[in-house]
């Protein structure tokens, strides 16, 4: 594929930002995250008058406002990093790529490692957090690499089509195999849609903890491959040609990302459509530029996760819609806009 | 003249030796169908001797094997054929139609359709027997045209049109997930049948139902199983050939919508069903003639072997859509392998 191609292929849309125009969506992303996190405190299936928030954050536990608040605040926390990450992981892996349509859930990724949990829970008798975390971690490299490896096969190499394909089919398949090995076992059977369909519902300080330190360093690594994404975008040839190794950047990247669904999905199940739609949205406001790129996926992805959160508690009370439904509700139409909008060729 | 007679013998020859082993296969495929369809009925938990099968099967009133052979596994074997049959049909009409065997109705968003339907009309509407299964195919109808007029831009690509049925599909299972979550009193059993398809729990007034429709729908395909043979040609042959181009092609289009609706609204969408048969059928055929029955008789047969091994070779009990699931995903794998950039060439 020539340089030129490449490039149009990766960035459809090109758009470069000045300096300020970025500095200026930044903080309103960070104000509008502010306003989002503070309504998912207070709403739900009981409002909160503020005050009560006030009270729940200095960890008074007097009255059931105060009582809900504490419940809410690790819920909207893991809500926050669990979005952040995918947003960023998406980021990565369209970068990685050079596909318009990759994203941790589209790509299998997120139910290779939701298998992997649930295999070592009911084979291997893993039962502490941060194992669940570094098997998910395990899951999601082997599940990358595989579809990766499968699109990649073949007349054509990586088109999205086939990756697209690729990932629908391991993300069946392994659908499949989560009901066969969860359903013999009657004592967590219960728990098979946790590990279908995404939430943070059961959101603890335990559990979010046990996360962070797989999430911290998924975090590094993609920002720190934001250069590497950069010089990837202008095609293998001229980036191996600016002195980038660009299998060892790529699978550095694809770690980072890795890392970062992995470590969600053990949190919180298979969370789709995040990381496709974010950065899309991320590259009007921000450029093509990776290194703005990337933090702004983080933010705008974290925000979005808290806000299908708290549309998911008010739409349907006073029960509640998990998150991962709602992400794909907002995102699969997402999907289909992107596949409309690129021409078949670039498809 | 002498070299005309052999050519004509020749490929007389030819023909009929092809015709032979394509009654051969057929004839095969049905003992298949029938093997499976008996061991259904005779070998579950325990075992039932085939004189009491058939004392069964003729109305007879039998102690035990009465009810385990007439109430449990007749309507589950019967329910397996019926739908492994419209899944097979519909399917194959599909792929043929569109030139591509990735776009299968389970692929490309429309069995996914139906589900959403179905479920809704079962747990929001209060709604049972057939209505459901009209309600599942005007749903199913609607969706065909919507991924039909979103692929749409200078005409439908194939492409497009898969990627954009991958959206689709994406949507109506977390409108099912939706669904069942608000469901008041939502059972294991019954997310597996809408998310994975299963004949768990099946009854005899449910065949009914199928058999309506692979009836009317299949009748319809029948009918025009020349003209679809010729529409593999191209368009443009076909019409010059004499076909009514797109009246067949709708015609078509809505009775495998049908099928692949009604067997949805019985059993779910059963996972791969419907895009295994067709590509299955024309292997073993190796393209003698058309593939039509052919693949209804391999979806009956997937059905009917996946919900034996899923309830009696397996360490646990699966429901059938569980194992063709795990079956399917490998083809497809491989089919994904093979294609090439403008998603047709297979």
Same mark, same amino acid.
């Given at each position: ?8 292929? %990766? =960035?459809?849309? +090109? !758009? /470069? ?5 970025? #500095? *200026?969506?930044? @903080? ?49 926390l ?9 947003g ?23 139910? %290779? =490692?939701?298998? +992997? !949990? /649930? ?5 291997? #008798? *893993?039962s502490? @957090? ?8 395990v ?46 076992r ?18 603890t ?9 797989f ?35 790529r ?18 199940g ?5 990381g ?11 450029g ?15 925000g ?21 439904i ?10 289909i ?11 | ?24 296969v ?46 449990l ?19 194959v ?17 429309i069995?996914?359709?139906a ?7 079962i ?9 459901v ?13 919507l991924?039909?007029g ?48 299963s ?44 076909v ?16 692949i ?9 059963i996972?791969f ?26 979806g ?7 919900d ?39």
């Amino acid at each position: 594929m020539s340089a030129l191609s490449a490039k149009r292929g %990766g =960035a459809a849309g +090109a !758009v /470069v930002r000045s300096a300020r125009t970025r #500095g *200026l969506w930044l @903080a309103v992303m960070v104000v509008v995250l502010a306003a989002i996190c503070a309504l998912s405190v207070a709403v739900g299936t009981r409002d909160v008058a503020w005050s009560d928030v006030l009270a729940g954050l200095s960890g008074e536990v007097d009255t059931i406002g105060q009582a809900a608040v504490a419940v809410r605040l690790p819920r909207t926390l893991l809500a926050l990093a669990a979005g952040a990450a995918l947003g960023l992981a998406g980021a990565v892996m369209q970068g990685v790529t050079r596909n318009p349509l990759a994203d941790p859930g589209i790509l299998g990724v997120n139910m %290779g =490692a939701s298998l +992997a !949990v /649930v295999v070592g829970i009911v084979w291997f #008798g *893993l039962s502490t @957090a941060t194992s669940y975390a570094a098997t998910a971690v395990v899951g999601a490299g082997v599940t990358a690499a595989f579809v990766y490896g499968i699109g990649s096969l073949g007349r054509g190499g990586a088109t999205p089509l086939k990756l697209a394909l690729a990932g629908a089919a391991t993300s069946v398949a392994f659908s499949s195999l989560v009901i066969a090995v969860v359903l013999p076992r009657a004592d967590i059977a219960g728990g098979i849609r946790s590990w279908q369909v995404g939430g943070v519902g059961g959101a603890t300080w335990h559990a979010l903890a046990s996360v962070l330190p797989f999430l911290a360093a998924g975090l590094a690594i993609s920002l720190l491959s934001a250069r590497t994404l950069n010089s990837l975008a202008l095609g293998d040839e001229l980036a191996a040609g600016l002195g980038e190794h660009v299998a060892r950047g790529r699978a550095l990247a694809a770690l980072g990302a890795v890392l970062l669904c992995g470590a969600t999905t053990a949190a919180c199940g298979p969370i789709g459509f995040v990381g496709l739609v974010v950065p899309h949205v991320c590259r009007m406001l921000a450029g093509v530029d990776h290194r703005w790129l990337l933090p702004f996926s983080a933010l705008a992805g974290a925000g979005l996760l808290v806000a299908a959160d708290v549309v998911g508690r008010i739409a349907a009370r006073p029960g509640e819609i998990e998150v991962g439904i709602v992400t794909a509700l907002i995102g699969a139409p997402f999907f289909i806009w992107i596949v409309r909008r690129h021409r078949v060729r670039e498809l | 003249m002498s070299a005309l007679d052999a050519t004509i013998e020749r490929l007389a020859g030819a023909r009929g030796r092809r015709a032979r082993r394509r009654r051969l296969v057929v004839l095969a495929l049905l003992a298949l169908v029938g093997s499976a369809f008996w061991l259904t009925l005779s070998l579950g938990q325990s075992y039932t001797p085939p004189g009491e099968v058939l004392r069964v099967l003729f109305g007879e009133p039998v102690p035990g094997a009465g009810f385990t052979v007439g109430e449990l596994r007749l309507p589950r074997a019967l329910l397996s054929v019926l739908a492994g049959a419209s899944f097979g049909l519909g399917g194959v009409v599909f792929q043929i139609m569109l030139r591509n065997p990735l776009a299968s109705p389970d692929i490309i968003g429309i069995s996914w359709g139906a589900s959403a339907a179905a479920v809704i009309a079962i747990v929001v509407l209060s709604l049972s027997g057939p209505i459901v299964a009209v309600v599942a195919i005007v749903a199913a109808l609607a969706v065909a045209v919507l991924i039909y007029g979103l692929s749409f831009r200078n005409g439908v690509a194939g492409t497009r049109l898969i990627l954009v049925g991958i959206g689709v599909s994406a949507m109506m299972e977390s409108v099912i997930a939706y669904v069942l979550s608000q469901a008041p009193a939502w059972t294991l059993q019954e997310a597996m049948r809408w998310l994975t398809g299963s004949v768990n729990g099946a009854r005899l007034a449910d065949a009914l139902p199928l058999l309506l429709s692979l009836v009317a729908f299949g009748g319809m395909i029948a009918a025009r199983a020349r003209d679809l043979d010729v529409l593999r040609l191209g368009d443009d042959t076909a019409a010059a050939l004499g076909v009514p181009v797109g009246a067949t092609r709708v015609l078509l289009l809505v009775a495998a919508v049908g099928l692949i609706a009604t067997a949805t609204a019985v059993c779910g969408p059963i996972s791969f069903v419907a895009f295994l048969s067709g590509p299955i059928a024309a292997r073993v055929f190796a393209n003698d003639g058309s593939p039509l029955f052919p693949a209804a008789l391999v979806g009956a047969v997937l059905v009917l072997v996946g919900d034996y091994a899923g309830q009696f070779l397996l360490p646990g009990r699966y429901p059938v859509g569980v194992v063709t699931g795990a079956l399917g995903a490998p083809y497809l794998i491989y089919l994904i392998v093979r294609v090439n950039r403008s998603g047709t060439s297979l």
